[in-house]
C-alpha cells in the first residue's frame, strides 16, 4: 500500500485529490496539508511514501518543503503538482530533492501512475514541460537570488542583512549584481524577470 500526504491550499482542489487517490489501488491518502508549515509537521508524524505537494504554498513554499523534506525524511519520496510550468521552477524543484515534477493538466491516470512510479523509487518529469529546461540556468549565483528573493517578498537591504547576517553593503552589492546580470532597467524590473523565468 502506497501512503500519500496531499499538500494544496485550494481546499476543493486538495478534496478533489484526495478522493482520486483514494479510489486508486494499492494507494491510500493517510493526511492534508494547506500550507507548508502543516505540510512538514504532517509528513513527520504520519511517514508517508509520497507527499503531493504544490509548489505555490503560503508561509513556507512547496520547493522549500521539498527540501526540508530530503534532508529530514529522505526515506519520503515528493511529487510536485503545480500550473507552473517554468523550466527554473522544474530546475530548482529537483535541485531540493524532490522526485517528480507533474502539471496539473495531467490526467486522473497520469497522477496516479506517477505516484506510483515516484513511490518506487523512478524519477518523473512531465512530458508537457519544454525540452529546453535543462539549458535554463540562472546567470545569477545562488547569493545573489536568495537576496532578490527577500526583496521581491518587500524586504528592505537592512533587513535582509539583519536576516542573512550580512553587511548592508554586501547585501546592495549583490542586488546590484543581480540587476546588471538579469540586464533589468531597476531592480522592480529584474525581480519580474527572475519571477518570469522561475529563478526566485
Known amino acids: 500500500m502506497i501512503t500519500v500526504l496531499v499538500v494544496e ?3 476543493v482542489v486538495r478534496s478533489g485529490l484526495t478522493a482520486l487517490l483514494s479510489g486508486e489501488l494499492g494507494m491510500a491518502v493517510v493526511g492534508q496539508a494547506a ?7 504532517e509528513a513527520e508524524r504520519l511517514r508517508p511514501d509520497v507527499v503531493l505537494l504544490d509548489i505555490d504554498l503560503p508561509v513556507t513554499d512547496g520547493i522549500t518543503v521539498a527540501a526540508t523534506l530530503a534532508e529530514r525524511l529522505p526515506g519520503c519520496r515528493t511529487l510536485i503538482l503545480t500550473a507552473l510550468d517554468r523550466p527554473g521552477h522544474l530546475r530548482r524543484a529537483m535541485d531540493a530533492g524532490a ?8 490526467t486522473p491516470a ?16 512531465d512530458s508537457r514541460m519544454p525540452d529546453s529546461w535543462v539549458g535554463e540556468v ?3 549565483t545562488d547569493r545573489e537570488a536568495e537576496v532578490l528573493r527577500l526583496a521581491s517578498n518587500g524586504a528592505h537591504a537592512r533587513e535582509i542583512a539583519a536576516d542573512l547576517f550580512l553587511s548592508v553593503g554586501t547585501v546592495r552589492n549583490r542586488l546590484s549584481s543581480a540587476v546588471a546580470k538579469l540586464h533589468a532597467r531597476t531592480l522592480l524590473d529584474a525581480v519580474r524577470i527572475a519571477e518570469r523565468h522561475g529563478w526566485l
Open 9 to 11: 491550499d485550494h481546499a
Open 35 to 41: 500550507d507548508g508549515p502543516a505540510a512538514l509537521a
Open 138 to 140: 540562472s546567470p545569477m
Open 99 to 106: 522526485s517528480g515534477y507533474l502539471l496539473k493538466s495531467a
Open 110 to 125: 497520469e497522477t496516479a501512475d506517477a505516484i506510483r512510479r515516484v513511490a518506487g523509487g523512478g524519477r518523473v518529469i
